[in-house]
């Protein structure tokens, strides 16, 4: 099975920027669309960026603007670069890969925005 180890949340002014980082398992990254997702206490999951194979990426509204997600296949790796961090970007973010029928999720790392 592979799997998705996730890197690069913490604790994080208001204003302030992370880079979450995703490397995975497998010898089969280049054929996964990626996604990131995050999760606040009470809420739904809701997706925030995605990545195809060949690189075209899409945004959630919420986020679009502040937000880059890129991959590196040759590092098996896909990145999520947040700046001007808001407080209700806090929740865990969880990477997720998928393959045709295939999904694989990340155990998650918190990012948390608070003065």
């Known amino acids: 099975q592979v799997q998705l180890v996730e890197s690069g949340g913490g604790l994080v002014q208001p204003g302030g920027s992370l880079r979450l980082s995703c490397t995975a398992s497998g010898r089969t990254f280049s054929n996964f669309a990626m996604g990131w997702f995050r999760q606040a206490p009470g809420k739904q999951r809701e997706l925030v960026a995605s990545i195809t194979n060949d690189g075209r990426t899409n945004y959630a509204d919420s986020v679009k603007g502040r937000v880059t997600m890129s991959r590196d296949n040759a590092k098996n790796t896909v990145y999520l670069q947040m700046n001007s961090l808001r407080p209700e970007d806090t929740a865990v973010y969880y990477c997720?890969?998928?393959?045709?029928?295939?999904?694989?999720w990340g155990q998650g790392t918190q990012v948390t925005v608070s003065s």
């Open positions: 997720r890969g998928n393959r045709g029928p295939d999904v694989y």
